[in-house]
T-cell receptor
Framework: NAGVTQTPKFQVLKTGQSMTLQCAQD?????MYWYRQDPGMGLRLIYY???????DKGEVPNGYNVSRLNKREFSLRLESAAPSQTSVYFC???????????????FGPGTRLLVL | GENVEQHPSTLSVQEGDSAVIKCTYS??????FPWYKQELGKGPQLIID?????GEKKDQRIAVTLNKTAKHFSLHITETQPEDSAVYFC??????????FGKGTRLHILP
């Protein structure tokens, strides 16, 4: 089992460019999450999906969109990147169906994004 | 909404000593409190968790205590080892709202 995989590992964008971060899990989990991690700010939830076909906003959703393509895949899209979106992005998944993170979350290795 | 405060932001302890990291939360409805460890260059990994119907939980050198009245919970690591050096995050969650993480504690184990 690969667990949670994320692509790409590293990306540089110019302000205004768009891109999609990909995430996939092979654990048959119901809930999936996207977080951003900034120095001194910890992990902040961007969006989550409690099940296939549903998505909900987290703490910091502005400037992002998500798609729960199927049970395995959950993508994060930046339509018009801004320097403030420079961060490390983590995808996670968990077995539960609430999307509340009330069970073990399994994190991917992260995507480091730099917006110039 | 929920707010989680974590202290200290950095902690250095001698190898073999104990380390304690503390978190407070604001929403009395929160009922699940996990702790995640993040090693350099990797994603966070759950090391221990506690639910609101339990006051203390232990797993080998790691323990977590919960005080619901005061709305705080703590991570205790005994007999620290070099591999305990990492960033630790606490979090709070309840079934009607999203999970919120603390800002993290960077733990250094000194030789």
């Amino acid at each position: 089992n690969a667990g949670v995989t994320q692509t790409p590992k590293f990306q540089v964008l110019k302000t205004g460019q768009s891109m999609t971060l990909q995430c996939a899990q092979d654990m048959n989990h119901n809930s999936m999450y996207w977080y951003r991690q900034d120095p001194g700010m910890g992990l902040r939830l961007i969006y989550y999906s409690a099940s296939e076909g549903t998505t909900d906003k987290g703490e910091v959703p502005n400037g992002y969109n998500v798609s729960r393509l199927n049970k395995r895949e959950f993508s994060l899209r930046l339509e018009s990147a801004a320097p403030s979106q420079t961060s490390v992005y983590f995808c996670a998944s968990s077995q539960g169906t609430s999307g509340r993170g009330q069970e073990t979350q399994y994190f991917g290795p992260g995507t480091r994004l730099l917006v110039l | 909404g929920e707010n989680v405060e974590q202290h200290p932001s950095t902690l250095s302890v001698q190898e073999g000593d104990s380390a304690v990291i503390k978190c407070t939360y604001s929403d009395s409805a929160s009922n699940y409190f996990p702790w995640y460890k993040q090693e350099l260059g990797k994603g966070p990994q759950l090391i221990i968790d506690i639910r609101s119907n339990v006051g203390e939980k232990k797993d080998q050198r790691i323990a977590v205590t919960l005080n619901k009245t005061a709305k705080h919970f703590s991570l205790h690591i005994t007999e620290t080892q070099p591999e305990d050096s990492a960033v630790y995050f606490c979090a709070a969650s309840h079934r009607d709202d999203k999970i919120i993480f603390g800002k993290g504690t960077r733990l250094h184990i000194l030789p």
